[in-house]
């Protein structure tokens, strides 16, 4: 073999290496990084080694059919408990939802993920009207009620309790957990993140969280 065959080969291996070496590199650095339970908690995230099965839900959707629970099948959901009359965190959360699926959207890591409203206000939240509400913060979110009782199971199986508060001059509001639940594409109750919510954050931890399930589940 001459001595400039030896040089190329040489050189040749060199490049191979250093690619195989830089392309390792980016493809870790374009990986979701995996949290431990102390850092997701710093983000406000709280998940079970074992996600919990939950009874199914008993609800009314907003076209006004029955809900079935296969629709958390094959999706990860975002559920939070509130009421269109809600003067203060419904909106608010609801407004911080928004920006963090289209966050997930501008980042093509909104697939397979929903978000849900379930009113706690069965009385004044019509299925129609809870139609309107989430579509006036985005089109894609759902809205889901029910009679009270099954609300209040619904809301139990998630950590989740609400009651009916009195104001001054009559009328009432309605007191509930600010907590989103988050449901895995197994149907599972998989934890819950507690505000304040910030959408940058709330991507972050749940890219974490999905990235995990992913290994654990091979999904």
Same mark, same amino acid.
């Given at each position: 073999?001459?001595?400039?065959?030896? &040089?190329?080969?040489?050189?040749?291996?060199?490049?191979?290496?250093?690619?195989?070496? *830089?392309?390792?590199?980016?493809?870790? $650095?374009?990986?979701?990084?995996?949290?431990?339970?102390?850092? $997701?908690?710093?983000?406000?995230?709280?998940?079970? /080694?074992?996600?919990?099965?939950?009874? %199914?839900? !008993?609800?009314? /959707?907003? /076209?006004?059919?029955?809900? /079935?629970?296969?629709?958390?099948?094959?999706?990860?959901?975002?559920?939070?408990?509130?009421?269109?009359?809600?003067?203060?965190?419904?909106?608010? @959360?609801?407004? *911080?939802?928004?920006?963090?699926?289209?966050?997930?959207? %501008?980042? =093509?890591?909104?697939?397979?993920?929903?978000? !849900?409203?379930?009113? !706690? %206000?069965?009385?004044?939240? @019509?299925?129609?009207?809870?139609?309107?509400?989430?579509?006036?913060?985005?089109?894609?979110?759902?809205?889901?009620?029910?009679? =009270? $009782?099954?609300?209040?199971?619904?809301?139990?199986?998630?950590? @989740?309790?609400?009651?009916?508060?009195?104001?001054?001059?009559?009328?009432?509001?309605?007191?509930?957990?600010?907590?989103?639940? &988050?449901?895995?594409?197994?149907? #599972?109750? #998989?934890?819950?993140?507690?505000?304040?919510?910030?959408?940058?954050?709330?991507?972050?931890?749940?890219?974490? !969280?999905?990235?995990?399930?992913?290994?654990?589940?091979?999904?």
């Amino acid at each position: 073999m001459s001595e400039k065959l030896k &040089i190329r080969l040489t050189v040749f291996a060199l490049i191979f290496f250093m690619a195989s070496v *830089v392309g390792g590199f980016v493809h870790r $650095m374009t990986q979701p990084n995996i949290f431990s339970k102390e850092k $997701m908690e710093t983000y406000g995230g709280y998940f079970f /080694d074992k996600p919990r099965i939950f009874r %199914d839900p !008993v609800l009314i /959707d907003q /076209d006004g059919k029955s809900f /079935d629970k296969k629709f958390f099948l094959g999706k990860w959901t975002f559920v939070f408990f509130g009421f269109t009359s809600c003067p203060d965190i419904c909106p608010t @959360t609801l407004g *911080v939802l928004d920006k963090f699926y289209r966050e997930l959207q %501008d980042k =093509h890591e909104a697939s397979g993920v929903q978000v !849900v409203l379930v009113s !706690v %206000d069965p009385e004044r939240d @019509t299925p129609q009207k809870l139609k309107e509400y989430t579509a006036y913060f985005n089109p894609a979110f759902y809205g889901l009620t029910g009679d =009270h $009782m099954d609300l209040v199971r619904f809301a139990a199986d998630l950590n @989740t309790g609400f009651t009916k508060a009195p104001i001054d001059g009559g009328g009432y509001l309605m007191e509930h957990t600010g907590n989103i639940a &988050i449901i895995n594409p197994r149907g #599972h109750y #998989h934890g819950f993140f507690k505000p304040p919510f910030d959408p940058l954050n709330l991507r972050l931890a749940f890219n974490s !969280v999905r990235a995990q399930y992913d290994r654990d589940f091979g999904e």
